[in-house]
Each structure stands twice: as C-alpha cells, then as structure tokens.
C-alpha cells in the first residue's frame, strides 16, 4: 500500500485537533463543576450575606454590611473580582492565607469578625473552590468603609496577643473512629456553618470556649442571644433528627414558633440551601455532640 505523505500528515493533524478540543471540553466541565461546588459552600458558609450590605441594597459581595458587636463596628470589605477596590488581584496562595490564617496579603491580621477561626478547618481545595466561584461573579467598584472600633481594639496589631492566645490553625482533622457521615456533620457544623460562632459563649476577649461547645450564649452576633444546640435537657434533647432538618429548611420551630434574628438570616441565605444529605449529616452530628447545661439564665 502507498500512503501519501501528505494526506497522513493531515489525518494526522486532524486527530490532535479532535484529541486537544475533547480534553479542553473537559477543562471547561471541571471548572463548572469546581465554580457550582464554590457557590454551595460559599452560600452556606454565610460569606455572601456578611459581605453583601442587603440592609441598603448594596452590591453583592461588594461589602459595606455592619456587623454589630461588643468591640464596635465592623464593616465588611468588597470582595468581588474588582482589581483596585475588591481581591481581584488575589493569589490562590494570599486568598488561602487569608482563609486558613487570617492574614491579608499586606501581612495584617484580620479581626476574629471575620469566621476565619472556623474557615481555618476548611479543606485547600473546597478554599479554592469558592474563589473560583468568586471570581466568576461580577466585580463591583467600591472602596471599603473603616471599621469604628473602641480603644485599644482599634489597634490591629493587638490582634497578634489574641492570635497566640487563641487561635490554633486547621485543617479539619477528621475522627478516623466516627463514621463518615458524622465526621461531614462536624466539618460543616465546625468548618463550613460555623455554628459555634454563635451557639458557642466566648470569653471578655471575644474567643470562643471550646469547653462550653454549642451551649449557647447571649453574647451573639448583633447582640442576639443564641440558644443551647446540644443533646440536653436545656438544649435540643426533645428534638429528633425530622424537626432539625426541617427548621433548618424552614425557620420553623417543633412548637411552630418562627425563628428570629440573625438564624432567620443564616436560615435564609445560607442554611436552606444545604441538600439533603448534608442536613443529614449535621442532624446526626449533632445528636453525638457532648450534653451541656445552658451556661447563662433565661430572661
Ligand atoms: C460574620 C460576617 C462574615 C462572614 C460570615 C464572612 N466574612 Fe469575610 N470578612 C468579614 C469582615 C468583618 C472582614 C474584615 C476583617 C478585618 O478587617 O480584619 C472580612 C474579611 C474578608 C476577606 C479579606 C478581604 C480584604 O480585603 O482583605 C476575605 C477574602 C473574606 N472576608 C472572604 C470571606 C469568605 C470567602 C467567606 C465565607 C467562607 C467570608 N468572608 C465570610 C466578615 C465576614
Ligand atoms: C449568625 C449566628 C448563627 C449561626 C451561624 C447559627 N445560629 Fe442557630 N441560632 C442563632 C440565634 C440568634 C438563634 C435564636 C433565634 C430565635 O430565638 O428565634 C438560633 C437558634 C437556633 C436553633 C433553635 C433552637 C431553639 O431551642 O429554639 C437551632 C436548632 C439552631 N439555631 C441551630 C443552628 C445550627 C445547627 C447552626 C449551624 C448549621 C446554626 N444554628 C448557626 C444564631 C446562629
């Protein structure tokens, strides 16, 4: 048989072409894929009402949102794509650091408002995950407002002592010995949820303690007060696995109260989107969670 030189050449090429355009296709379905797994867990970690100022309709993501506290006034920062006002310049590494470390590209610490204390237990690529989502959002110009903090808050630096004082840097390490479905219930109720933020008391200095896990507080965000979540008698004792799963997709109650305050929030714009099986999982987590009293008095 005689083959042509030429027309080889260009079977040839014709199948590197087909062989480069069927490996792109799938470059392309893995980053849809990683931009839609950034959206879930960034809808559900709460990043996206704290750095949206609803209140005024702002933006989203462009920041500008209050966050009222002990210490004074936080706003959060813009956070879209946007190269001079948001992190559109961001590294995976500086946006890593700031997750995982609490600490902005400038070298500065950031203030525990910011739930990098939970993040830090997040996993690099479910990190990542939700800066490719980020970045796939409009980018939105807008300069951040300075937060209005008392004195000595208001020194950034000090946050150095807090940091040595509490803050010990993930990631999560998962219970080899609780089963898997267990061990998603505690990296989303710790990790990604971070219902300790505001279930959990925290101490004059503002660190959550760890010994009073989820017993609730009356110190929470915007000054709400947070009841007791775990397996006691003061706490959800009476509630089965139905009644969470469903207030946490609905915001009601077993007694068919409404719920209130900053959880109507996170129910709204975080918690329901949750799927099945993680509500699940953090259902059944939750069940295996140390009973603790209600540290603090009902009014
Ligand atoms: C409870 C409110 C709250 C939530 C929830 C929250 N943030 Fe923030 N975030 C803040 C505040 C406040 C700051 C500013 C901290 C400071 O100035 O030290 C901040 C800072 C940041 C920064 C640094 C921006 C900069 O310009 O330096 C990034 C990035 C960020 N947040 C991303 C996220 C992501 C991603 C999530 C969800 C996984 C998230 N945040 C959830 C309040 C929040
Ligand atoms: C931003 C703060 C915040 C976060 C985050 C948060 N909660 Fe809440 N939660 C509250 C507040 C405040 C209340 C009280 C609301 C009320 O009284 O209506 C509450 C109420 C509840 C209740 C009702 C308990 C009762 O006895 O009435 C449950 C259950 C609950 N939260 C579970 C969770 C779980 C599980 C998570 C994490 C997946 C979570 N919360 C995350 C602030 C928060």
Redesign the pocket.
Known sequence: MIINPRSAGMTACAVWVLLLFWLSSFCVLGDEKRIRQGEYLFRVS?CLSCHTDVLNNGPELAGGRALHTAFGIFYSPNITSDAKTGIGLWTDEEFLRALREGVSPKGEFYYPAFPYTSYTLMTDSDVLAMKAYIFSRPAVVKENVSHDLVFPISIRELLLFWRILFFSEGPFIPDLESAQEITRGSY??DAV???G???TPRNVLGAVVESQYLSGTTH??NG??????TPHAT??MS?DQED?IY??RSGI?PNY??????????IEHS?SFLNDSDLKA?SNY?KTVTPMPTAYKKE
């Open positions: 709460g989303l109720v949820a971070h219902c933020e505001c279930h929470g965000i709400d007060s947070a009841p007791n979540i706490g959800l509630w969470l207030f946490l109650k109260d409404n719920v209130q305050g900053s959880m109507a929030e996170a918690l953090i939750l």
